[in-house]
């Protein structure tokens, strides 16, 4: 699975940053997904390797602008683009009035066919090309979800060097042997292909989350997982600060859900527009202070997303950032 941010801010974009949009496609397809989709997505699209023809699905965590206003464009663009490929939408209540009002007021069709899902309770799961996808109710001021994906069971390897050593040439007849299946060669000796089949694994799992108050509520989701994608709008010290509650998690809050889960792999997103790269006269907060609160507390493999940053989930369950 390779994973792509095209947009990392919380709330409005800032010169490095754009608001939220992340980008996901297995290896084994040119396809992709979209998750959320912030002002300005189709823009950041033109400077990574994704194209509007290839997007087939659109995941919206909810409805907040800075998750959401940049979904008009793409849709525009995407038939512009000529493509005649169906798209799937799916999002919180609301999403299929939203898109009809705009798309109706302001004269836009698409040649594609376009089908619009929304979630009215946490029961709702669908068949994605090599898996299916679930979401989880996360606490914010709206209906807000993270989305589950799990990838469909992997078989066991075909193991060559027994087949070889039996004196089985390559061909037809180990295809069969990969499905399991008896084959009797000419000279009759007989084989059960499971023999030649190591055990099956099961699929990557990953959890993509929307805005949320409270990393807790993943708890029973995040056994076995693989992945989590979560936001960190604040540290401890900026959430005690605010006199408003705007129902967003801190570094910290995150960190020790998954160290307590023994996560292996985590990335923060969404961060507040008050941390810099570095700090100056006017800002006093920068990005690393989000990294020292997160090594107070987490001990796995963990990175903060930029705009642009790709990271790969290989069939070890390792994450790699692309360079």
């Not at 709330?11 to 939220?20: C, D, E, I, L, Q």
């Not at 297995?26 to 194209?51: I, K, P, R, V």
């Not at 409805?63 to 000529?82: P, T």
Request: glycine share 8%; with cysteine; charged share 25%.
């Amino acid at each position: 699975m390779k994973f792509t941010f095209l947009g990392t801010s919380s709330g409005a974009p800032t010169k490095k940053r754009n608001v939220s949009a992340l980008a996901l496609n297995f290896q084994q397809t040119s396809e992709w997904m979209l998750f959320d989709c912030g002002e300005g997505t189709q823009h950041q699209l033109l400077y990574a390797n994704y194209t509007l023809p290839k997007l087939r699905y659109i995941f919206l965590t909810h409805l907040h602008g800075d998750h959401c206003f940049g979904l008009f464009g793409l849709l525009a663009s995407r038939g512009l683009h000529g493509s005649e490929t169906p798209l799937t939408i799916v999002g919180p209540i609301g999403i299929k009035k939203m898109i009809d009002i705009v798309m109706r007021i302001t004269s836009t069709g698409t040649r594609y066919p376009l089908e619009i899902i929304e979630i009215n309770d946490e029961d709702f799961s669908m068949d994605i090309p090599f898996g299916k996808i679930s979401c989880i109710k996360m606490e914010h001021q709206i209906p807000t979800y993270a989305f589950l994906i799990e990838e469909n069971q992997r078989e066991g390897e075909f193991n060559v060097k027994l087949a070889k050593e039996e004196g089985i040439d390559a061909g037809p007849v180990y295809g069969k042997l990969k499905k399991g299946e008896t084959v009797i060669l000419p000279d009759g000796r007989k084989f059960n292909g499971k023999d030649f089949v190591g055990e099956s694994q099961r699929g990557r799992k990953i959890i993509i989350a929307g805005d949320n108050k409270n990393p807790n509520i993943l708890t029973p989701f995040l056994q076995n997982c693989d992945l989590l994608i979560h936001e960190a709008t604040y540290i401890e010290s900026v959430k005690e600060s605010l006199k408003t509650d705007f129902f967003h998690s801190t570094a910290a809050q995150v960190a020790q859900v998954s160290e307590d889960m023994k996560l292996n792999n985590l990335i923060l997103t969404h961060f507040s527009a008050r941390f810099i790269e570095k700090k100056d006269v006017c800002n006093k907060y920068q990005i690393n202070d989000i990294h020292l609160e997160v090594e107070k507390f987490y001990s796995g493999n963990y990175f903060l997303a930029n705009d642009f940053d790709s990271f790969y989930l290989n069939m070890k369950r390792k994450l790699i950032k692309y360079e």
